[in-house]
């Protein structure tokens, strides 16, 4: 009985053996489900924490390319306000010249004087004209308040020239598509 007895206690020890085994292996696979789930929660942290990060650095950049433009474009436009203002001050300079021309035209004077000054007129022109001065068109042209200024009104008979600029004062100028000076009308009503 005794070998009997050995084998089955033997046999209760496998048994008891596997079941610890077994109990182990329940106890070390749920270990592993939790540890699964911590780490799936962890990568799920660190995907959402470098997405934000990536949304973040997106959002930087688009900052940084906007403030990069802005400070082109004030720069641009500080160069053309500085341009502005030193045309502006050339514009009497340059009626004087015209007056000066109609004067001269008007007159008996000698031709070299009519040319002289047709000439300074001329290349002072053609240089503002470069730096992007326009001439802002006026005579027989329909009133239009974005661009001139009218400073009287005539009657005038033919239907046709009414609302229309007669006559001209002061010459009007645009820079670089900008009105820097109205154009001094009389409109015909």
């Known amino acids: 009985m005794s070998k009997e007895n050995t084998e089955e206690k033997e046999i209760q020890q496998e048994a008891g053996q596997k079941n610890e085994k077994k109990n182990c292996q329940k106890k070390e696979s749920k270990k592993d489900k939790a540890r699964i789930e911590e780490l799936e929660k962890k ?71 009519k040319e002289g000054t047709e000439l300074i007129y001329h290349k002072l022109m053609e240089y503002l004209k470069s730096k992007g001065l326009a001439v802002i068109p006026a005579m027989n042209e329909v009133f239009d308040t974005d661009l001139h200024e009218a400073v009287a009104q005539f009657p005038v008979q033919e239907e046709d020239k009414k609302g229309k600029v007669f006559d001209v004062v002061q010459t009007g100028y645009t820079l670089n598509g900008k009105v820097i000076r109205f154009a001094k009308v009389v409109v015909g009503i």
């Open 43 to 113: 990568i799920e942290e660190l995907n959402a924490k470098v997405e934000k990060d990536k949304d973040d650095y997106v959002r930087l950049m688009a900052e940084f390319d906007n403030f990069r433009r802005r400070t082109a474009q004030e720069k641009l436009d500080l160069v053309s306000v500085a341009s502005m203002d030193t045309i502006k001050g050339l514009l009497p300079v340059l009626d004087d010249c015209e007056r000066a021309l109609k004067v001269l035209i008007e007159s008996d004077d000698s031709d070299a004087a």
